[in-house]
């Protein structure tokens, strides 16, 4: 469990428990008041911001979201020129979202399946074969020292 500010435990909350409207209201005011900072249009309703924290996995990769890191949930916005409104916003991980900068969705795709093509394709590093020609039976006696040759 991970301990916020004041030392307090939060635990993991499950990806099927519902959210309280708290929780929902506080994401909204930071998603908000990063618009006001950016001067971006803001007008997410509730809900999409309820649902947005409720996807279990990243818009992008598919993958599920962590409780912190670089595969914690963030918000993204589709297209980079319009701002927090609905329909350009989606769930995806920090590590996806920090390098997306202004990249549309269609580029992000492609180097995505770049990535995961090259990574799939890629031979294993060949590891050199060593072979044992000589066996050492018992462990040093006090006061000797172990020496290979």
Not at 36 to 46: C, G
């Amino acid at each position: 469990m991970k301990g916020n500010r004041k030392g307090y435990q939060r635990k993991p909350r499950p990806k099927t428990e519902s959210l309280s409207d708290l929780e929902v209201a506080r994401k909204m005011l930071k998603i908000y008041q990063s618009a006001v900072d950016r001067k971006l249009d803001f007008d997410l309703s509730f809900e999409t911001v309820r649902s947005l924290l409720l996807e279990p996995t990243c818009y992008y990769t598919n993958k599920p979201f962590e409780e912190v890191g670089n595969f914690a949930r963030s918000f993204d916005r589709i297209n980079s020129d319009l701002g927090y409104v609905e329909g350009n916003v989606v769930a995806c991980t920090v590590d996806i979202n920090s390098k997306k900068s202004n990249l549309s969705f269609e580029e992000i795709e492609i180097l995505y399946k770049v990535l995961s093509k090259s990574q799939t394709t890629q031979k294993p590093q060949e590891i050199p074969e060593v072979i044992i020609t000589e066996t050492v039976e018992a462990e040093p006696q006090e006061g000797e020292n172990l020496t290979l040759e």
